[in-house]
């Protein structure tokens, strides 16, 4: 069933929006437009019921209410426990607050597996437990293609790793790695996985459950809802940790990585997010009986939409001799988040192309390691053209013809 991209676009008041009318949105790898479902929540929130939750008046009773809400729908969608996921102001605080516990929990001489392949976000908090003499060990990228070779993982597990930190794929390479397949090596070897999701889960919020990987984290923002950090954590490692949030909290998993107190309408309004995929659901299927598969349901329509969209960007850049693209050259295994290296500032680039109407931006996106692995000259940076389930043909086509003109 093809995506139907009209009842789509009528769920983002952005494209309803005068002052971005005949703007074409290519950079949504930096944070996603946000769905009415959430803004509508967010906007009740803080009129009717922005209040401290879970008193027993109706305001905050309702607001208490609408965050357990958000939680359960997200862990009903990703399959997993409520109590295993969890909120904060980012994935890069929630990453860091868990590094914190990991410190705690681990020896000197354990070891922690990282790639260059990640943001830095799930990459520097890991890097900097070696100050607690945690051994950091680096499971590197081919520098030609990007990739990351399970075989080079294999080499590097033994008895002392303990953890294994990785992307799903990565903001600047894009190549979808296998994740069950990675947990799994990582399993045998007697060793936890924490899976940064952030540059895949805005092209379908994955079946957590299904993958069995022991950590996740992405970003709402990206996935077309409010500025906050998501983590799945499995409910036996998440109690094995060391407690980062209030004694009290002790026994609440999802506060237990939380040591600030959560914004009550941020995460009320992620309920807003689970509405939107029930609605494409419903749009698409009507009342069929999806069981628990609504997850795979709906990434597989944004994924078709968005691979037929992203192989004729890939095919154009491919075959320009001027530029190189990062990553791999087909569809089918990467996210539609295309970086090209190119021969002068690619801010420069982004800016020439603003002056089309094509939002696009140069730099290094926090990928500085991956680059760097992939010899990019830092000093020009790459132009990242990312786009997810909401952009149209005529957009991409745009975007190709504005591409051939400024190169």
């Known amino acids: 069933m093809d995506l139907d991209l009209d009842f789509v676009r009528k769920q983002f008041p952005a494209f309803q929006t005068t002052q971005l009318e005949g703007q074409a949105f290519f950079q949504s790898a930096g944070g996603s437009y946000a769905c009415r479902q959430v803004i509508n929540r967010l906007t009740r929130f803080y009129e009717e019921r922005k209040v401290q939750p879970y008193d027993p008046y109706s305001a905050s009773t309702l607001g208490g209410e609408e965050m357990d809400e958000a939680r359960k729908g997200l862990a009903d969608f990703m399959r997993v426990k409520v109590e295993e996921v969890s909120f904060g102001p980012s994935t890069t ?19 922690i597996i990282v790639t260059n ?6 990459s520097g908090p890991w890097r900097r437990l070696a100050e607690s003499g945690v051994e950091i060990r680096e499971w590197c990228i081919n520098s030609e293609t990007g990739s990351l070779d399970i075989i080079e993982l294999e080499r590097l597990l033994d008895d002392n790793v303990k953890l294994v930190c990785f992307p799903h794929c990565s903001n600047v390479i894009g190549e979808i790695n296998d994740v069950k ?8 070897a007697g060793a936890v996985s924490c899976v940064d999701g952030v540059s895949y889960a805005p092209h379908g919020i994955p079946d957590v459950g299904d993958l069995g990987t022991d950590i996740y984290l992405f970003s709402a923002y990206k996935t077309f809802g409010p500025h906050q950090g998501i983590m799945v954590i499995r409910e036996d490692l998440g109690f094995s940790l060391p407690n980062q949030g209030h004694y009290f909290n002790e026994k609440t998993l999802f506060s237990r990585f939380t ?19 029930d609605s494409i659901i419903e749009h698409h299927f009507g009342n069929a009986e999806l069981g628990s598969n609504k997850a795979n349901v709906v990434h597989d329509l944004f994924r078709d939409h968005e691979t037929k969209l992203l192989q004729p960007l890939l095919d154009y850049v491919s075959a320009k001799n001027s530029v190189r693209l990062i990553g791999p050259s087909n569809a089918k295994n990467r996210a539609p988040t295309v970086a090209i290296e190119v021969q002068e500032s690619a801010n420069d680039i982004a800016s020439k192309l603003a002056q089309k109407n094509i939002m696009a931006a140069g730099g290094d996106f926090y990928g500085k390691r991956p680059l760097k692995a992939m010899n990019v000259d830092m000093n020009i940076g790459v132009l990242r053209l990312s786009f997810v389930h909401y952009n149209d043909k005529s957009e991409v086509d745009r975007l190709i013809l504005a591409l051939d003109e400024i190169i």
């Open 117 to 122: 392949q990640d943001h830095e976000a799930n």
């Open 259 to 277: 040591p600030a107190g959560p914004d009550h309408a941020q995460v009320a309004s992620c309920a807003g997010m689970v509405e939107y995929f």
């Open 93 to 111: 605080q929630n990453t860091y607050v868990l590094s914190q516990a990991f410190r705690e929990w681990l020896k000197p001489g354990d070891a």
């Open 181 to 188: 397949e990675i947990v799994k090596t990582i399993h045998a």
